[in-house]
């Protein structure tokens, strides 16, 4: 299955992401963790991304075309895949589905993750992110046993630097701007679900997994061959 999660900052794409496709057996693409990664390890890539991310801005559509390109090419990626984070602009949205096009492929869910103003700047000031791990955790939510400190590795706990209230502010904006224009072009391709992003973890997790159980039910006939 290829399955994008959309949706505002904070709507709970990543943690949703993770567990799902654990659960479901399927990569799991983050643009945010790949280009983070990129500005640490200090690649021209992350060089040229730096400056957007600390704004709260998109990095040109270019450069996340690529890293999304060479990941999506990846063996794991064969049997399926999240997108978490990608596509946030309408001309990456079409780039992608070139991109499954020419592979033979195309998405076979859209999930938005609808969620209130109140409840990302929540979830976004309370985020904090392993520096080792890079498990993510939430100081009211989703707290670790020991203060600061992960439960998986140890590792020491720190928050986005994007994830500061002006930034979160910033980056929503953008969101409105130049992302949710993506709802109605899925919507129109009649890949998109709506999920309610306002409740607990636990409920989210349990309606993406019965949407993605009900759409298989009608998938298996033509894959397999009977029809
Ligand atoms: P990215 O890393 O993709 O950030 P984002 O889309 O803004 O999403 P977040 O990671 O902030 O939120 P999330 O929805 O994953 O929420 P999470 O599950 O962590 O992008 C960062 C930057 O990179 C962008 O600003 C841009 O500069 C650049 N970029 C990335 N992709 C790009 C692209 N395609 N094009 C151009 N530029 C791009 O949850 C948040 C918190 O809430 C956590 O603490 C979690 O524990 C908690 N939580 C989650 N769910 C719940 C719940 N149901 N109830 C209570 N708490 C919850």
């Known amino acids: 299955m290829r399955i994008v999660f959309l949706g505002p900052p904070g709507a709970g794409k990543g943690t949703q992401a993770e567990t799902i496709s654990k659960e479901k057996n ?43 390109k060479e990941r999506i090419l990846k063996d794991d990626c064969k049997e399926g895949f999240i ?11 079409k780039v992608l589905d070139e991109m499954l096009k020419k592979l033979g492929n195309k998405l076979d869910l859209v999930f938005y993750f609808a969620v209130s103003k109140e409840s990302v700047v929540l979830r976004l000031s309370g985020r904090r992110i392993c520096s080792i791990c890079g498990a993510n955790y939430h100081v ?58 306002d409740a607990n973890i636990e409920t989210i997790t349990k309606n993406i997994l019965d949407i993605i159980k009900s759409n298989l039910k009608y998938k298996p006939l033509i894959s397999f061959g009977v029809i």
């Open 26 to 68: 399927l990569s799991h693409i983050s643009s945010g963790n790949l280009l983070r990664e990129a500005v640490e390890t200090g690649t021209e890539t992350g060089i040229k991304a730096r400056d957007y991310i600390e704004k709260g801005l998109l990095v040109p559509d270019q450069i996340v075309v690529d890293i999304i």
């Open 83 to 93: 997108l978490d984070g990608f596509p946030r602009t309408l001309s990456q949205a």
């Open 140 to 197: 009211k939510y989703v707290p670790s046993s020991k203060d600061g400190i992960c439960d998986k590795c140890g590792g020491k706990l720190y928050q986005r630097a994007d994830d500061k209230l002006e930034t979160v502010l910033e980056r929503m904006r953008v969101y409105h701007e130049q992302t949710e224009d993506l709802i109605e072009y899925y919507r129109k391709n009649d890949i998109l679900k709506e999920i309610v992003s």
